[in-house]
């Protein structure tokens, strides 16, 4: 057993294979989070970074390179024991906040417990916590529509996390919050990463929020390279 929780070794991909138009995004990518470890992506928009986070997320397959999560090598699984690791194992934020309009704050945290076999009332004890570990418990009753963008935000954090991900990978967390609000939430996420000890890996064009990181990588040319 390593102490890595997700490991990309010469991820590569391209998109519009042999036609004019073919971009190779990700050339040699390597990268390794260890356990309880939070790593800031940082690159310009178009470098690859959601393409990089897809990847790692079992959402896309690699052209070649191995992806391996906990010490499993994921290209190896077939699609339905690839989806149950997804599901077990990986939390996602991107930078909108994708929750359920018609649902209040607590429901958008409870139904992905509900879909994995939690009972309802673990799972809004659970939710509940999580809204106080972020701040917004006064905000368990509301639709996201009642709330600010900064409260969404911190609830789809919440979201992320209803399941006890392993890992977890944010694209632009904060990217559509004022700068104020952007450095508060921010905070929010890293005290809920942080207490629950799991490991990130957050795309941010933001130097600031990266350097509250434990360490940072650039995506430069279709590689990461330390930064
Ligand atoms: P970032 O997240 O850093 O902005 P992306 O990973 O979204 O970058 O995109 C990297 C490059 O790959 C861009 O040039 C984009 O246009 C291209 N790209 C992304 N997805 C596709 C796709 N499905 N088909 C063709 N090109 C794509």
Do not use: W
């Not at 390593?2 to 070794?9: E, P």
């Not at 995004?25 to 990268?31: F, M, R, S």
């Not at 309802?120 to 659970?126: I, P, S």
């Not at 009753?141 to 900064?150: F, K, T, Y």
């Amino acid at each position: 057993m390593s102490d890595a929780m997700l490991r990309l070794t010469a991820v590569r991909k391209a998109y519009n294979h042999g036609k004019p138009g073919e971009i190779t995004v990700l050339k040699d990518a390597g990268i390794e989070v260890a356990k309880g470890e939070v790593v800031a992506l940082v690159a310009p928009s178009g470098a690859g970074k959601s393409t990089l986070l897809h990847i790692a997320g079992l959402l896309d397959t690699p052209d070649s390179g191995l992806v391996q999560i906990a010490d499993t090598e994921m290209s190896a699984l077939s699609d339905k024991r690839r989806t149950e690791a997804r599901r077990r194992d990986i939390g996602f934020i991107y930078q909108f906040h994708h929750l359920l309009p018609e649902f209040t704050a607590l429901e958008n945290i409870v139904l992905p417990q509900l879909a994995n076999g939690v009972s309802q009332a673990d799972a809004r004890g659970r939710a509940m916590g999580l809204l106080e570990q972020v701040g917004v418990a006064g905000r368990a009753q509301h639709r996201p529509a009642a709330m600010s963008g900064g409260e969404q935000q911190r609830v789809a954090f919440c979201r992320a996390l209803a399941n006890s991900p392993r890992l977890l990978l944010a694209d632009e967390p904060t990217g559509n919050l004022d700068p104020a609000t952007s450095d508060q939430v921010f905070g929010a996420l890293m005290t809920l990463v942080r207490a629950t000890g799991l490991s990130a890996l957050i795309a941010t064009h933001n130097m600031q929020l990266a350097a509250r990181m434990d360490r940072m990588v650039r995506l430069v040319d279709g590689t990461l390279q330390p930064a």
